[in-house]
């Protein structure tokens, strides 16, 4: 159990475009989903924090008007890059917390998206 | 703020080996700590998972230790073998569902 999926694996798109990613917790309710961002050969940054049903915790730096973030329910979260540009060329990666598991809160990661903008 | 550390940065050796990866944190105040799993152009597999109130966990040929007053983690791996090969993650949580901070990485590379 304990499975994330995000939707689409990879997209190509052009500079001034917009990119929603989903992020879903398949078989169980995460009320707390987190969106990561990757570039090449570098760790997992945090880009926010989003809670069901609230308005998303966006970290320092991370501009929340560009990286539009809806958690509309327990099991979907999605990640809307606004006016992408090649800088926003990036892996996105999605995780969910799975609320009161026991000894381990752990999050659970999906596969992640590669976006690459031209 | 939270600041973890990876050493080495990339390592190679060869099959059969057993071999040690290090992390470091800054704030000895962590929730748990957890090893990750990475292969290229994929997503994270979880590997081992420490509470703070634990000192190692193992699962086959893994084994991780954590010394929460020294602020660190050792990913210890048996008899390595060419599937290994992959980027191995730690990050550590500040409290129970929070956000995870991660460190750079170990890029480890296996050769038969």
């Known amino acids: 159990g304990a499975v994330v999926s995000q939707h689409p694996s990879r997209v190509i798109c052009k500079s001034g475009t917009s990119v929603k990613i989903e992020c879903r917790s398949l078989?169980?309710?995460?009320?707390?989903m987190f969106w990561y961002r990757q570039f090449p050969k570098q760790s997992l940054m945090l880009m926010a924090t989003?809670?069901?049903?609230?308005?998303?915790?966006?970290e320092q730096g991370v501009e929340k008007d560009k990286f539009l973030i809806n958690h509309a329910s327990l099991t979907l979260s999605t990640l809307t890059v606004t006016s992408a540009h090649p800088e926003d060329s990036s892996f996105y990666i999605c995780?969910?917390?799975?609320?009161?598991?026991?000894?381990?809160?752990?999050?659970?990661f999906g596969p992640g998206t590669r976006l690459t903008v031209l | 703020k939270q600041e973890v550390t990876q050493i080495p940065a990339a390592l190679s050796v060869p099959e059969g080996e057993n071999l040690v990866l290090n992390c470091s944190f800054t704030?000895?105040?962590?929730?748990?700590l957890q090893w990750f799993r990475q292969d290229p152009g994929k997503g994270l597999t979880s590997l081992l998972l420490?509470?703070?109130?634990?000192r190692e966990q193992t699962s086959g040929r893994l084994n991780a230790s954590l010394d929460k007053s020294s602020g660190r983690s050792t990913l210890y791996i048996a008899a390595s073998q060419p599937g290994d090969s992959a980027t191995y993650l730690c990050a550590v949580s500040g409290n129970a569902g929070n956000m995870l901070t991660f460190g750079g990485g170990t890029r480890l590379m296996v050769k038969p």
């Open positions: 078989d169980f309710q995460a009320t707390t």
């Open positions: 989003s809670n069901e049903g609230s308005k998303a915790t966006y």
């Open positions: 420490i509470q703070s109130s634990q």
């Open positions: 704030d000895s105040a962590i929730y748990n």
């Open positions: 995780s969910a917390s799975r609320p009161y598991s026991g000894a381990a809160d752990t999050q659970y």
